[in-house]
């Protein structure tokens, strides 16, 4: 509990808040569609990897750019994470994506809003087959993501920032369709 009353606990926290935030507006911003055709998915792919990117290289010092609540949990689970530590990212994570999504809505206009980029299942995949590319394609990112900040590297997390984002974009290339 000593661990709430740091500073650093709550720059933290706040980081993960405002990385969060900017992942979501610039993800699904990137994902909207603003003239009739067929989907992007190479530039939402690449936005959501390059968001990752550069918000784990101006934010991976604060708290370690995890972004994402499946990343958090992995670190939890693999005892890298501290519990308080972990439920305070995935409250500012769930609060940040909100806020980015809110923000997005509230600068788009509404022709274009659609589902502000949420998407959805294809009508011939079935909720299993979804949900098994949605954990390969999750241990794929988190396998990346330990690998990338493994301390037998050099240890900054600037230097995961590239393969982080890579990998991310990958999943995305491979599973938006």
């Known amino acids: 509990m000593r661990e709430l009353r740091s500073s650093s606990f709550w720059r933290a926290v706040l980081a993960e808040f405002l990385g969060s935030l900017l992942y ?31 918000l784990v290289q101006a934010l991976g010092h ?8 499946a990343i958090t949990l992995a670190f939890l689970l693999a005892s890298q994470l501290s519990l308080p530590r972990a439920l305070g990212y995935l409250l500012a994570q769930l609060l940040g994506a909100l806020a980015g999504a809110g923000v997005l809505y509230g600068v788009t206009p509404a022709p274009v809003r659609g589902t502000l980029g ?17 954990l390969l394609l999750t ?12 301390d037998r590297h050099d240890g900054r997390p600037g230097s ?13 290339l491979f599973g938006v369709r």
């Open 139 to 150: 241990a794929q990112f988190i396998l990346c993501v330990f690998a990338s900040f493994d």
């Open 160 to 172: 995961a920032a590239l393969p982080v984002g890579f990998s991310l974009a990958l999943g995305h």
């Open 62 to 69: 604060v708290s370690g750019g995890h972004l994402n609540p």
């Open 24 to 54: 979501a507006l610039l993800g699904l911003g990137a994902s909207l569609r603003w003239a009739p055709g067929p989907h992007g998915v190479l530039g939402a792919a690449l936005a959501f990897g390059l968001a990752q990117a550069t």
């Open 118 to 134: 949420l998407s959805a299942l294809h009508p011939s995949v079935g909720p299993g087959q979804g949900t098994v590319v949605e």
